[in-house]
């Protein structure tokens, strides 16, 4: 495929390196005479020293036959004024914009994305919050939130003796709207369910959802279940502690933030009501002690600085916090980081760029059907597909669709968002889904898609 990446710095070089040695053919636009140059040393891709926002370069770097335009720069404007007029120039080019500010994902007024013709956008700091979410939110979870962004969130519960769906078939009980029983399990057997399938206390089943949704759901699977409190502290209130708060907006989750700078304190402080936050500087020991970090159930160390972040996490680790997790922003630190994560006593280990790659590198990709998960030891497989501009099921409801046996529709995402879909949503050109299925009939769904 031919790409155009706008923006050679730590996100773009990254991509661009490979992007070229996957086979791709790779045009790079670069402000800077010094990365440009290094650009072109060290990566197998054409490299244009220029403005990636104005449409002369846009055009010169050959956007009206290009299929992916990558706009990858540090600045959320430049990126947003790329996009738009890569999809002005070019015929069939998809879009792909890189954003700090969660501003330009708030639709409340008005849909930035859809405004100015963006076919992705790609908040690295939010996919690093809906990694370090997952374990805080429910251990037992799938890593499904990786496919929605943190809009659709999978839970595993098990069938109680007490509940209203105990010995009932999928048939006789009412789900509420916008949760699905994606698969059941009982002992080591995973199975895809089907309307005639009976909920046996002792069962386990995955509920799927939006994460307040699934919550409700859940304690009607297992009334006695009751989630516990969680005590999280967030060290610097970066884009990816604001969007981690945004995660955990729920009553059991007691979040602390500390921030060196006051006037971030006091804005913070009237942004999230339901925040404590401290102005202080965590790589201090005594506000770690004076704030009792070692009975926290999650630390983040989330500053921009990376020394920062592993310092003060080697302290937390020592001082006996529970889980603790890490954000690392330079490329240079990652693989050293992870070799000694045990050392650090460090759980997880994020990084904005490496997020931003996976999700290029998803939204990219030309597999057919692309592998999430194996269900447990099962040939049961999470998949996640793409619907081409010319499939026969595009502009179907789901109802209308002769889906292959043991097939179950999970998530249903759009340009702009993504839902569990209910029989009478329709499936459009370009939309993605995830299904739950069995290996045995991946080949027949492939094919049904095409």
Same mark, same amino acid.
């Given at each position: 495929?031919?790409?155009?990446?706008?923006?050679?710095?730590?996100?773009?070089?990254?991509?661009?390196?490979?992007?070229?040695?996957?086979?791709?053919?790779?045009?790079?636009?670069?402000?800077?005479?010094?990365?440009?140059?290094?650009?072109?040393?060290?990566?197998?891709?054409?490299?244009?020293?220029?403005?990636?926002?104005?449409?002369?370069?846009?055009?010169?770097?050959?956007? +009206?036959?290009?299929?992916?335009?990558?706009?990858?720069?540090?600045?959320?404007?430049?990126?947003? *004024?790329?996009?738009?007029?890569?999809?002005?120039?070019?015929?069939?080019?998809?879009?792909?914009?890189?954003?700090?500010?969660?501003?330009?994902?708030?639709?409340?007024?008005?849909?930035?994305?859809?405004?100015?013709? *963006?076919?992705?956008?790609?908040?690295?700091?939010?996919?690093?919050?809906?990694?370090?979410?997952?374990?805080?939110?429910?251990?037992?979870?799938?890593?499904?939130?990786? *496919?929605?962004?943190?809009?659709?969130?999978?839970?595993?519960?098990?069938?109680?003796?007490?509940?209203?769906?105990?010995?009932?078939?999928?048939?006789?009980?009412?789900?509420?709207?916008?949760?699905?029983?994606?698969?059941?399990?009982?002992?080591?057997?995973?199975?895809?369910?089907?309307?005639?399938?009976?909920?046996?206390?002792?069962?386990?089943?995955?509920?799927?959802?939006?994460?307040?949704?699934?919550?409700?759901?859940?304690?009607?699977?297992?009334?006695?279940?009751?989630?516990?409190?969680?005590?999280?502290?967030?060290?610097?209130?970066?884009?990816?502690?604001?969007?981690?708060?945004?995660?955990?907006?729920?009553?059991?989750?007691?979040?602390?933030?500390? +921030?060196?700078?006051?006037?971030?304190?006091?804005?913070?402080?009237?942004?999230?009501?339901?925040?404590?936050?401290?102005?202080?500087?965590?790589?201090?020991?005594?506000?770690?002690?004076?704030?009792?970090?070692?009975?926290?159930?999650?630390?983040?160390?989330?500053?921009?600085?990376?020394?920062?972040?592993?310092?003060?996490?080697?302290?937390?680790?020592?001082?006996?916090?529970?889980?603790?997790?890490?954000?690392?922003?330079?490329?240079?630190?990652?693989?050293?980081?992870?070799?000694?994560?045990?050392?650090?006593?460090?759980?997880?280990?994020?990084?904005?760029?490496?997020?931003?790659?996976?999700?290029?590198?998803?939204?990219?990709?030309?597999?057919?059907?692309?592998?999430?998960?194996?269900?447990?030891?099962?040939?049961?497989?999470?998949?996640?597909?793409?619907?081409?501009?010319?499939?026969?099921?595009?502009?179907?409801?789901?109802?209308? *669709?002769?889906?292959?046996?043991?097939?179950?529709?999970?998530?249903?995402?759009?340009?702009?968002?993504?839902?569990?879909?209910?029989?009478?949503?329709?499936?459009?050109?370009?939309?993605?889904?995830?299904?739950?299925?069995?290996?045995?009939?991946?080949?027949?769904?492939?094919?049904?898609?095409?």
């Amino acid at each position: 495929m031919k790409i155009i990446v706008v923006g050679a710095g730590e996100v773009g070089f990254y991509l661009s390196d490979l992007l070229s040695r996957q086979g791709h053919e790779v045009t790079v636009i670069e402000s800077s005479e010094h990365r440009a140059a290094m650009l072109d040393e060290e990566v197998n891709a054409k490299v244009y020293l220029g403005s990636g926002s104005t449409a002369a370069m846009i055009k010169r770097a050959g956007v +009206e036959d290009c299929d992916f335009f990558l706009a990858m720069t540090s600045d959320d404007k430049t990126n947003i *004024i790329a996009c738009s007029l890569a999809k002005a120039l070019g015929l069939k080019v998809q879009t792909i914009a890189r954003i700090h500010d969660q501003t330009f994902s708030d639709n409340s007024i008005v849909n930035y994305q859809h405004h100015f013709g *963006i076919d992705h956008v790609i908040i690295p700091e939010a996919l690093c919050a809906v990694e370090l979410a997952k374990a805080m939110r429910n251990p037992g979870r799938l890593a499904v939130e990786n *496919i929605a962004r943190g809009q659709i969130e999978v839970q595993q519960v098990q069938v109680s003796e007490r509940s209203r769906y105990a010995d009932k078939t999928l048939r006789e009980i009412r789900i509420e709207d916008g949760v699905r029983i994606g698969f059941v399990r009982k002992d080591k057997e995973v199975m895809v369910p089907t309307a005639d399938t009976t909920l046996k206390p002792g069962m386990w089943v995955a509920l799927f959802g939006h994460p307040n949704a699934v919550t409700e759901e859940r304690a009607r699977v297992d009334p006695a279940h009751r989630l516990q409190k969680v005590r999280v502290v967030l060290f610097g209130a970066t884009e990816t502690a604001i969007a981690l708060v945004r995660l955990l907006n729920n009553p059991r989750f007691r979040v602390r933030i500390i +921030e060196r700078d006051s006037k971030l304190c006091d804005q913070l402080a009237q942004q999230f009501d339901h925040v404590t936050i401290i102005n202080g500087d965590a790589t201090t020991l005594r506000i770690l002690e004076e704030e009792q970090v070692d009975g926290a159930d999650y630390f983040v160390a989330c500053t921009k600085d990376d020394e920062d972040n592993i310092m003060t996490s080697l302290q937390v680790s020592r001082l006996g916090t529970k889980h603790v997790q890490l954000v690392i922003n330079r490329a240079d630190y990652q693989e050293v980081i992870n070799t000694l994560k045990t050392t650090l006593g460090v759980e997880l280990i994020v990084s904005p760029r490496l997020a931003t790659a996976h999700e290029v590198m998803r939204l990219i990709s030309t597999d057919d059907l692309l592998e999430i998960a194996t269900l447990g030891n099962s040939d049961t497989r999470m998949v996640e597909a793409k619907i081409p501009a010319d499939s026969k099921q595009g502009n179907k409801t789901l109802r209308e *669709i002769a889906w292959p046996p043991g097939t179950v529709v999970v998530a249903l995402m759009h340009k702009y968002q993504a839902k569990v879909p209910g029989p009478d949503d329709k499936i459009l050109p370009g939309d993605r889904i995830v299904t739950i299925v069995r290996q045995e009939n991946m080949r027949e769904l492939s094919e049904l898609l095409k």
